[in-house]
């Protein structure tokens, strides 16, 4: 069975910091991997996504992360976060051929501070 | 990108009533859809699968005559909560599945918080 595992459950850091959000994931077949955003009291909206090809993705607010097959992971990360960035972070994984199932990981909370 | 909208998006109920939850896709046809309950603070839970034509595909553990789901049309899929209790108060999302294999993207709903008193 799949699983996704975010290791830290809250990261708190500075305005204008670098930021790495943990991801990994167990599976025994091919996956897709994503990342959503959930702002206070809101559904999800998808951050990016790993599908094939390329394995660093991008999202147009500045955020990358890369498939580690090896290590199976698909970590997060942005250069410079801003105070806007602060949300809770959820990695999920669907397996292929599976219908597009979502597991989701337990959530990262983002606070920026100034 | 497309839109997804939940009705209501919040409710407060007595105890042994039934609440109907709508989500619907706004600008495009979902054969597929997906209801998930997220509690305080915690992870979305997979609850159920919603195909249009056909019924739902529930995880292990969700009780199906509890929460009845119907998804009558490419557009809308409707989860009941029957009989509710307070231990049912969580928020509930939804999210429509949009093409498939590699072009495939499922949105999510704003959610509907339902509290059981």
């Known amino acids: 069975a799949q699983s996704v595992t975010q290791l830290d459950s809250q990261v708190p850091v500075f305005e204008e910091a670098p930021v790495e959000l943990r991801c990994n994931y167990s599976?025994?077949?091919?996956?897709?991997l994503f990342w959503y955003v959930q702002y206070p009291n809101q559904g999800l909206q998808l951050l990016l996504k790993y599908l094939s090809g390329s394995t660093l993705v991008e999202s147009i607010n500045g955020f990358e992360a890369e498939f580690n097959k090896s290590q199976t992971s698909f970590h997060l990360r942005k250069p410079s976060v801003h105070i806007s960035d602060t949300a809770e972070y959820f990695c999920a994984v669907s397996e292929r051929g599976q219908g597009g199932k979502l597991i989701f990981g337990q959530g990262t909370e983002l606070s920026v501070k100034p | 990108g497309a839109v997804v909208s939940q009705h209501p998006s919040w409710v407060i109920c007595k105890s042994g009533t039934s609440v109907k939850i709508e989500c619907r896709s706004l600008d495009f046809q979902a054969t597929t859809m997906f209801w998930y309950r997220q509690f305080p603070k915690q992870s979305l839970m997979l609850m159920a699968t919603?195909?249009?034509?056909?019924?739902?595909?529930?995880e292990q553990g969700v009780e199906k005559d509890k929460f009845l789901i119907n998804h009558a049309s490419l557009t809308l899929s409707t989860l009941t909560v029957t009989s509710a209790h307070p231990e049912d108060s969580s928020f509930y999302i939804c999210?429509?599945?949009?093409?498939?294999?590699?072009?495939?993207?499922?949105?999510f709903g704003p959610g509907t918080r339902l509290l059981v008193l």
């Open positions: 999210s429509a599945r949009d093409g498939q294999g590699l072009q495939e993207t499922q949105y």
């Open positions: 919603s195909n249009e034509g056909s019924k739902a595909t529930y």
């Open positions: 599976s025994s077949v091919s996956v897709y």
